[in-house]
């Protein structure tokens, strides 16, 4: 596997090449994304950048999990042709000052709680599709609302790049992964818990009085919604103790 830390050195690649783009601290989520384009391509590119335009608190920004070494590891033991890990200034060099903004798409959810978060995840999603130019770039189911908007911005602007999305892989106690879980307490993980049992209710109403039930006892619901995607999906945020989890669960069978 090449580590290419610098655009101009990434060069021509083989075939139909497949885009898993990640912000690191690699899990079972991403290696399901990694071994799904392996399956559809020639060549599997993985991105390794922290995108400090997805943040809105530069505190949030600065505990982000951080271990390249091991995601080296992981990618390469996975399968991986390339890791793409360029430094802030090869993605933002100085004078910086273009940015896509999928305007619907993003207002809500997500972006009402995460002001410039889909601004950030557009801008640098088609920066690497520029960079890398895939014909497939591969998403978690989880981030439903992040695939809306970039299947969104492919389309409205003429992109040659199918979004695949991938099903949210859960451990075995139902929480969906997230680089995020390493910092909940055994109790607060136990909290966390609520959030896809109330989701498995498929059922908005129920989820919002699962949920209520446990707000001032260790968990904080920012919404819970019906989100009308492609496909709809029942959606929803917490905070438990500093840290915040997104999860759904899909209404209706995937876009082909």
């Given at each position: 596997?090449?580590?290419?830390?610098?655009?101009?050195?990434?060069?021509?690649?083989?075939?139909?090449?497949?885009?898993?783009?990640?912000?690191?601290?690699?899990?079972?989520?991403?290696?399901?994304?990694?071994?799904?384009?392996?399956?559809?391509?020639?060549?599997?590119?993985?991105?390794?950048?922290?995108?400090?335009?997805?943040?809105?608190?530069?505190?949030?920004?600065?505990?982000?999990?951080?271990?390249e070494d091991r995601?080296?590891?992981?990618?390469?033991?996975?399968?991986?042709?390339?890791?793409?890990?360029?430094?802030?200034?090869?993605?933002?060099?100085?004078?910086?000052?273009?940015?896509?903004?999928?305007?619907?798409?993003?207002?809500?959810?997500?972006?009402?709680?995460?002001?410039?978060?889909?601004?950030?995840?557009?801008?640098?999603?088609?920066?690497?599709?520029?960079?890398?130019?895939?014909?497939?770039?591969?998403?978690?189911?989880?981030?439903?609302?992040?695939?809306?908007?970039?299947?969104?911005?492919?389309?409205?602007?003429?992109?040659?790049?199918?979004?695949t999305s991938v099903?949210?892989?859960?451990?075995?106690?139902?929480?969906?992964?997230?680089?995020?879980?390493?910092?909940?307490?055994?109790?607060?993980?136990?909290?966390?818990?609520?959030?896809?049992?109330?989701?498995?209710?498929?059922?908005?109403?129920?989820?919002?009085?699962?949920?209520?039930?446990?707000?001032?006892?260790?968990?904080?619901?920012?919404?819970?919604?019906?989100?009308?995607?492609?496909?709809?999906?029942?959606?929803?945020?917490?905070?438990?103790?500093?840290?915040?989890?997104?999860?759904?669960?899909?209404?209706?069978?995937?876009?082909?």
């Open positions: 596997m090449r580590v290419v830390r610098r655009i101009a050195d990434l060069g021509a690649l083989d075939g139909d090449v497949g885009l898993v783009p990640t912000m690191g601290a690699l899990h079972a989520g991403h290696d399901a994304l990694i071994h799904a384009a392996g399956r559809d391509c020639d060549t599997v590119v993985v991105s390794l950048f922290v995108n400090p335009a997805q943040f809105g608190d530069p505190d949030d920004l600065a505990a982000y999990p951080r271990d995601d080296i590891r992981r990618a390469e033991a996975l399968g991986a042709d390339v890791l793409f890990a360029p430094g802030v200034e090869e993605m933002y060099p100085p004078g910086f000052q273009t940015w896509i903004e999928v305007e619907e798409l993003s207002r809500g959810l997500e972006g009402e709680h995460r002001p410039g978060h889909f601004r950030g995840v557009a801008t640098i999603c088609l920066k690497l599709f520029n960079i890398v130019r895939p014909r497939y770039a591969y998403f978690g189911q989880k981030d439903a609302q992040q695939l809306a908007v970039l299947r969104r911005m492919v389309r409205d602007l003429e992109l040659d790049v199918t979004i099903p949210t892989v859960r451990d075995a106690d139902g929480l969906a992964l997230s680089s995020r879980n390493a910092r909940l307490s055994p109790a607060e993980r136990e909290a966390a818990l609520a959030l896809p049992r109330a989701l498995a209710t498929r059922d908005v109403a129920a989820a919002r009085t699962a949920l209520s039930h446990l707000e001032g006892a260790g968990l904080e619901v920012d919404y819970v919604e019906v989100a009308d995607f492609d496909p709809p999906v029942l959606v929803a945020a917490v905070r438990v103790g500093s840290t915040r989890l997104i999860d759904n669960v899909v209404l209706e069978e995937e876009p082909r």
